[in-house]
């Protein structure tokens, strides 16, 4: 998908720590479709490239509206976005891509904690009320973007945790009928507490720093131990096409180890949430750390993300 220009119209201080975007087309004219659940790829004057969901409304083809949390300890996308963007700033953009649709059911559950509340936000206009609960949970009230927006539509449970604590997920969950859709967007903890009490539909993605873990951290977490696991040597990655073969030292990551032999390989976010870097698995058990794939694509083994992704054994042939 080809690269296309926007231009900031305007910025919006959304909450404490969150700075919103609108942004348009610099000649004026439509901005490509998107549906709830859909983010874009940005390319900020630095030329870093980040992700962030669509938050306005997918009928107003003249603006997109992004929220952007301000995190002081993260990779300086951000910081960027808080600092240096304003009125007029031309941005680059590919997409919009949707990797987290809304599927059609009879209800629905949304949990967002923090700016996780993003790509909920147009999933909940597009439904009718009385169809979905949402729970939002942040920091304050102050720190939770879009809280007066939510608070005037049915259904809507916001829970600022300097008041009122932390989102009361036992009482969320029980009795919850079994078809219901649930919807989570947020840091890695708030997902695994919603894993853990939630078999039915689930749909995931990750915001907030944390999950990948540690290379050299991963031998431990594979649980079926059937070709082995990743030994204190690393491991070994055939690159197809490349008709190369990289070594993954324990303390680095695949991708690294990638990028030496196929400088060009996509990647962006490096945390496993944005999918750029899916890579087609040929041989070989790989590992999977990222927040992408659903059950049946880990369980399959024929694809994964490299940029957090290690190897189950000591071999991974890669379609490279
Ligand atoms: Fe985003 Fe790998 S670069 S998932």
Redesign the pocket.
Known sequence: MSMFRLVVRSVVEEADGVRGLLLTDPAGGDLPPWEPGAHLEVTLPSGAIR?YSLCGDPADRSTYRLGVLRERAGRGGSEEVHTRVGGGTVLGARGPFNRFPLVPADRYLFVAGGIGITPLLPMVHALPPGSWSLLYGGRSLAAMAYREELSALPGVTLVPQDTAGLLDLDAAFSGLPAGTAVYCCGPEGLLRAVRDRWSGPLHTERFGSAPAPRPGETAGSASDGSEGFEGPEGFEVELRRSGRTVHVAPGRTL?DAVREAVPGV?????????????TKVLAGTPEHH?S?LGEDERASGTTM????GRSRGTRLVLDL
Do not use: N, R
Request: proline share 0%; hydrophobic share 35%; aromatic share 10%.
């Open positions: 992700h991708l996509a990647y962006s976010c490096e945390e496993g949430w944005c999918g750029t870097c899916e990222d992408v993300m490299i940029c957090v």
